[in-house]
T-cell receptor, first 111, second 115 residues
Framework: GQQLNQSPQSMFIQEGEDVSMNCTSS?????WLWYKQDPGEGPVLLIA?????ELTSNGRLTAQFGITRKDSFLNISASIPSDVGIYFC???????????FGAGTRLFVKA | ETGVTQTPRHLVMGMTNKKSLKCEQH?????MYWYKQSAKKPLELMFV???????ENNSVPSRFSPECPNSSHLFLHLHTLQPEDSALYLC??????????????FGPGTRLLVL
C-alpha cells in the first residue's frame, strides 16, 4: 500500500535555529499537506500544496511540493519555543478519498 | 479553533460500558472522518462519510459503530471495548471528497482510556 517516509523522527534544536523535515514516497501524490499537533490536541493544518513544484509560505514556515510529486519538505526558520510539537506530512491522490499520513517528526526547541 | 469540536475531551470506560463520542463541524463541510491515533503510530482512518453516506469502513471492529445524522454531526458509538482500543480519537471534516477539497480539518480529539 501507499506509505510516506517522514524524517527525521525527532529533532532537538536551539531556539533561533532553522529546521528542515521531509516526506518521501514511492507513490505519486496530487496534494501534500503539513500539520502540526500539540500535546493533547488534534492536528492543525499549516500548509496545503496542490501543484508539483509549488512553494508556499505561512509566516516562518515554508513548504514545497516536489517536482516528482513523490516528496515534500517543510522548513521552519528562526525557531521559537512554541514550535515544539509533532509535525505530520500527508499525501492525497486524485480519485481517492484516503489521506496517507507520515509517522511524524517530533520537534524539541531549547530556549 | 479549527471549526471542529469534539466531546468529551477525555473518557474513561470499562470494557462492558457503552459510550458515544460526538463531533460537530461548523465549516459547512460535507465529508467527515473518524481516525484513531495510538502512540508512535501513523493516524489510522476508521470511517468516512460524504453527504451523510458512509463511503469507507476501514476494517474496523463492530464494537465501533459510527452514525452521521447530518453533514454537521458525526458520532462514534462504543460498546464492549478492549484495553488496546485506548487511544486519541480524532474527528475531521473536509469540503467533500473531490481533489483540492479533501483537505481535512481536525477536532481536538477525545482521549479514551479503556480499563
Amino acid at each position: 500500500g501507499q506509505q510516506l517516509n517522514q524524517s527525521p523522527q525527532s529533532m532537538f534544536i536551539q531556539e533561533g535555529e532553522d529546521v528542515s523535515m521531509n516526506c518521501t514516497s514511492s507513490s505519486i501524490f496530487n496534494t501534500w499537506l503539513w500539520y502540526k499537533q500539540d500535546p493533547g490536541e488534534g492536528p492543525v493544518l499549516l500548509i496545503a500544496l496542490y501543484k508539483a513544484g509549488e512553494l508556499t509560505s505561512n509566516g516562518r514556515l515554508t513548504a514545497q511540493f516536489g517536482i516528482t510529486r513523490k516528496d515534500s519538505f517543510l522548513n521552519i526558520s528562526a525557531s521559537i519555543p512554541s514550535d515544539v510539537g509533532i509535525y505530520f506530512c500527508a499525501g492525497q491522490i486524485t480519485g481517492g478519498f484516503k489521506t496517507i499520513f507520515g509517522a511524524g517528526t517530533r520537534l524539541f526547541v531549547k530556549a | 479553533e479549527t471549526g471542529v469540536t469534539q466531546t468529551p475531551r477525555h473518557l474513561v470506560m470499562g470494557m462492558t460500558n457503552k459510550k458515544s463520542l460526538k463531533c460537530e463541524q461548523h465549516l459547512g463541510h460535507n465529508a467527515m472522518y473518524w481516525y484513531k491515533q495510538s502512540a508512535k503510530k501513523p493516524l489510522e482512518l476508521m470511517f468516512v462519510y460524504n453527504f451523510k453516506e458512509q463511503t469507507e469502513n476501514n476494517s474496523v471492529p463492530s464494537r465501533f459503530s459510527p452514525e452521521c445524522p447530518n453533514s454537521s454531526h458525526l458520532f462514534l458509538h462504543l460498546h464492549t471495548l478492549q484495553p488496546e482500543d485506548s487511544a486519541l480519537y480524532l474527528c475531521a471534516s473536509s469540503q467533500d471528497l473531490v481533489t483540492s477539497r479533501k483537505t481535512q480539518y481536525f477536532g481536538p480529539g477525545t482521549r479514551l482510556l479503556v480499563l
